[in-house]
């Protein structure tokens, strides 16, 4: 994988979480100015109804506003079937250092 995308561990007790499906796929971005959480979430690869019913359920616990230029952004893409299409499972934003919010499909 490219340095802007990473596999999750196979073992679930590696992982943070654990996610439903097969072939996770974690991207990430760093904000840049002008950059707008669904152009960003778009722009790893979700599909704009994906990108928007995450931040949807986001915008309990954030407000996409306030994305600050440096933040990360994590979209995490898989299966939820094993033949099924690859799509947007979670998105993430890190608001400080050390924490993150997250929206889970």
Known sequence: ?????MTLA????????ALIGFDHQVKTLIVSRGDTLLDAA???GAKS???TDAIGALTEIFDPRQ????????ATFGRVERTGERRLLALAVAI???LQVAAFL
Not at 10 to 17: I, K, R, S, T, V
Not at 67 to 74: A, H
């Open 1 to 5: 994988p490219d340095a802007a995308t």
């Open 10 to 17: 196979e073992d679930p007790a590696e992982q943070p979480f």
């Open 42 to 44: 778009v722009g790893l």
């Open 49 to 51: 109804i994906e990108a």
């Open 67 to 74: 994305l600050k230029i440096g933040q990360v952004i994590e």
């Open 96 to 98: 400080k250092p050390d």
